[in-house]
């Protein structure tokens, strides 16, 4: 069984910046795409970036364009998400999700595994 551990939310003000985490538990991780995902009270759960296994393909997005940036070491099972300029509206539970045999995508139904969740919360 897989496991996700996001780490790196809070509070911040907005224009500011924060680095989420999500550390992988099997090395299937370097093989697999990873994904950003956001939910916020009473809405659905929206795709934010998603990134290959290799990290030369990257998917945003254009609510977060420029402004957030994913990434991913293979050697430490983790990928991070950098968000900068955030907005109150970026306001939500980050989740990090595992696809272990597809392509990048948006599609939140292709994806395996997810993380619990760690909260963002942009103060205006």
């Known amino acids: 069984q897989v496991q996700l551990v996001e780490s790196g939310g809070g509070l911040v003000q907005a224009g500011g910046s924060l680095r989420l985490s999500c550390a992988a538990s099997r090395r299937t991780f370097s093989t697999s795409v990873m994904g950003w995902f956001r939910q916020a009270p009473g809405k659905e759960r929206e795709f934010v970036a998603a990134i290959s296994w290799s990290g030369g393909s990257t998917l945003y997005a254009d609510s977060v364009k420029g402004r957030f940036t994913i990434s991913r070491d293979n050697a430490k099972n983790t990928v991070y998400l950098q968000m900068n300029s955030l907005k109150p509206e970026d306001t939500a539970v980050y989740y990090c999700?595992?696809?272990?045999?597809?392509?990048?995508?948006?599609?939140?139904?292709?994806?395996?595994?997810w993380g619990q969740g760690t909260q963002v919360t942009v103060s205006s």
């Open positions: 999700a595992q696809d272990r045999f597809g392509t990048v995508t948006e599609n939140k139904h292709e994806y395996d595994y």
